[in-house]
């Protein structure tokens, strides 16, 4: 049978006082529904969009099965049911997504964080913990080619109390980096999409977030072309370049680092589905 939003009632009793929709009735519900619109966990993200309508952990909705919804509730969660049936993403419907110790907020302007990022940044991390400390200076390419996702940045910033360390400069890739400005590590998670591949994206992928942080160019790889070009400028020698890449992508960019002869120690790490998505290198240290 499908499901439709026009059986949810305006208030928690219909006319007859019969029918009441638990914390737990509307779970399991809004589960089906949402599936039923191809999202493969549709009862996890009701459960997380419930516990936004109620200020509750999504764990604590287990502890409240019984609680019948008021009116109130009802029309503040309809909407969002609404909008994730058509595929918006979770995160831009709650205004916020974890990145590991981080509540980062994210809406239309930004791409979500993968996990694939948090292992980057765990190399990088471990990188700058062994060979450059605390003082170790970094440069992130990428949400510098956007006005838009540099202001969403600025605010996450600001909200983790990292506002005095990072500084935000606007323009496409070294663009807006000074001649002769050096890092210990340059590291990105650029536009790797190949224009081709959009229809085999998730929908929530391809029509909700910004083309320009996906796409680049036919065959995927013009923004880490345009990387490999230019750091080479910039990492201080035997600084740290570390890259994500798309599947499938891992060989073309260590080649095109050895072709450069500016890097050592090219590494290839893999995500968690166990594909190569991660390169690392250092930049040479002239003899």
Known sequence: MSKSLDRLPSSPLSAQGEDVWTVLRMMEWSGEYLEGKGITRGRLDAEHLLADVLGLG????????????????????????????????????????????????????????????????????????????????????????????????????????????????????????EEGEVFDLVVSNPPYVAEGEAPSLEPEVREWEPGDALFAGPDGLGALRAIVAGAGSHVRPGGLLALEVGAGQAGPVVAMLEDTGEYVDVRVRRDLAGRERMVLTRRAIAK
């Not at 919804?69 to 909407?79: F, I, Q």
């Open 58 to 177: 999504r764990l604590e909705l287990y502890l409240q099965f019984d609680r019948p919804l008021v009116a109130a509730e009802l029309d503040r969660y309809r909407p969002l049911l609404k909008r994730r049936a058509k595929r918006e993403p979770l995160q831009y419907i709650l205004g916020r997504t974890a990145f590991r110790e981080l509540d980062l907020e994210v809406d239309e302007r930004v791409l979500i964080p993968r996990p694939e990022t948090e292992i980057l940044l765990d190399e990088v991390l471990e990188w700058a913990g062994a060979h450059a400390g605390e003082q170790a200076r970094g440069l992130d390419l990428g949400t510098d080619t956007s006005a838009a996702a540099l202001e969403i940045a600025r605010c996450n910033a600001e909200a983790s109390g990292l506002a005095d360390k990072v500084e935000f400069r606007l323009g496409s890739y070294f663009d807006p980096v």
